[in-house]
């Protein structure tokens, strides 16, 4: 941590002018963060009739062919939520919902809401049994797949547990032509053609405690858990961005390449363009060479971001449309100190709304005030708490209680739970409570566990240190280490297995290593542990490196020791062991020399 990312009070004094005109919005945003009564009928779906009577000619959608204002939008979220209606969808109904990036998928989204309906927002990239599990997970009254997805639902129909009823989306424009559904399923679209467009008073009854989205948590790989995404969360949202951070306005356009089964596209970005009825441009999937393209062809002036896709945009060779682009700001998570200046200087963003908040935490922190290098503030209470990272647990004093880290320490980040500031949770509940700290200043106090070790730089303000022990974060995913662990401990001949995040230079985030333990007289066939490790994990969880080891040392309690194993990460020049990689475009791991390693370290290879 550098000096000069300190805040003092005078340093956030002097920073306090040049937001005054923004102070009768940040105070709104803070009413809408800070609502303690869960009753109260404040939903997506509010907020997109409220954008609608404020702003009805402004654009709210736009992609490469269509233009739709707000008015425009919200009738097709009312003639859809008539549609679901009839077909027996109500309020607390779980719909899962499989599509691409595209217009109907906001639709889609915006008409469950105003049903108080919950939708199951389904990773579009998985496949096979982990799809399967995440569809079996949420017991789905209805389905929702659009064609583009097909076969990959009917590669896994039969693992499903229940066969509800299935409504099927054309890849194309649906207002113009819905299209012909295939057998055996109904054409959403074409129910809700001929519906009324006026608002459903089903939508008044929706409260801020009522779940609005079931978000799947990448932190668990090949067996995801399914977060309560509460419409009081998405308020909170609509009110932190929307309002106090961004404070778009309705000429604002924001470029959302972000996946829309992601928190950050549907909650973050989507709340934020709403609050002021600014735009959303939404592309189907993130492009670097077509970006600066894009950004002018819609007249952007902000774009939703994780730190991958910023190091994507820095990695492209300077182009001329980069200059003078209309980009004014911008919003996401995961921009990391070392290219954080460069950003801001080459593509002349005035200003980075970096964030943190996670899908099932009770905690947000907006970088509000513009500061660099910080996730920035929060109103929620919290602490940032010693840990001790070599034994995996938070360091409590001789009465039992925890002791907050000093500031620039870095610590394990954890926030209260309180009527104000609530924890949803997960669909399990022995997950929930799992995800708990209990006593941890006083007895009977219950505080979120995030995961997460932060620092304290001053006036509320905190900077991203990394993820613990158990998690690491790669491609913008969470990567659980135990799961992955699991998947290799199934693997013909492997005894043990140690899963780790190590950097590879010019990347962002760690990517998946593995200590393994074979079976006596066992050789690894690297392309057989890439074939199955494809078949059985995201891309972005499995391993990228392999160190053999002859026996796996674990602490008394029986977990294993990762921060050597971390340390030395894939250096031959430190180890004896045999080491391997699988490079960039290869369907195998290959044996890692001195040669192969200097490569790796000069940035020859992109991962």
Known sequence: MSQADLISPLRFLARLPRHLPRVPRMLRGLYYAGIRNRDKPLSLGWALERAAQLHPERPALLDESRRLSYAQFNAWANR??????????GHGSVVAVMLENRLELLAI???????????????????????????????PSHLVIGAELLEAYGEVAE????????????????????????????????????????NLPDCAKVRMKDPCFLIYTSGTTGLPKASIMSHG?????????????????????????????????????????????AAIALRRKFSAS???????????????????????????????????????????????PSIWAEFKQRFGVEQITEFYASSEGNIGFTNVFNFDNTVGFTPATYAIVRYDLENDQ???????????????EPGLLISEISAKWPFDGYTDPAKSEAAILRNVFKKGDAWFNTGDLMRDIGC?????????????????????????????????????????????????????MAALRLSEGKTLDGTALARYLDSELPVYAAPLFIRLLGEVETTGTFKYKKADLKKAAYDPNLLDDPLWVRLPGSAAFQPLDNELHQAITQQRYRF
């Open 80 to 89: 859809l939520a008539r549609a679901f209606k009839a077909e027996g969808v």
């Open 109 to 139: 989204l915006a008409a469950l809401s105003k049903l108080g309906a919950v939708g199951a927002l389904v990773n579009t990239t998985q496949r096979g049994k982990v799809l399967a599990h995440s569809l079996n997970l949420v017991s």
């Open 159 to 198: 693992q499903l547990h229940q066969d509800p009823p299935r409504y099927w989306i054309a890849d194309q424009d649906c207002l113009k032509d819905a299209g012909q559904a295939p057998d055996g399923w109904r054409n959403l679209m074409q129910l809700a053609g001929s519906k009324a467009t006026d």
């Open 233 to 277: 969360k998405w308020i909170k949202a609509y009110g932190g961005f929307g309002h106090s951070g961004l404070t778009l306005n309705n000429q604002d356009v924001l470029y959302l390449t972000l996946p829309c089964y992601h928190n950050n596209a549907v909650t973050v970005c989507w709340s934020a363009a709403i609050a002021g009825g």
């Open 290 to 336: 077509a970006f600066w393209a894009d950004v002018a062809r819609y007249q952007a002036t902000c774009f939703g971001y994780i730190g991958e896709l910023c190091r994507y945009l820095l990695n492209q060779p300077e182009t001329p449309a980069e200059k003078n682009n209309s980009l004014r700001c911008m919003i996401g998570n995961g921009l990391r």
């Open 394 to 408: 938070v360091i409590r004093n001789k009465k039992g209680f925890l002791q907050k880290a000093g500031k620039g």
């Open 460 to 512: 509320k303000h905190a900077q991203f240190v990394d993820r613990l022990g158990d998690t690491f974060r790669w491609k913008g995913e969470n990567v659980s280490t135990t799961e992955v662990e699991n998947v290799l401990g199934a693997f013909p001949g492997v005894e043990d297995a140690v899963v780790y995040g190590v950097e590879i230079p010019g990347t962002n985030g760690r990517c998946g």
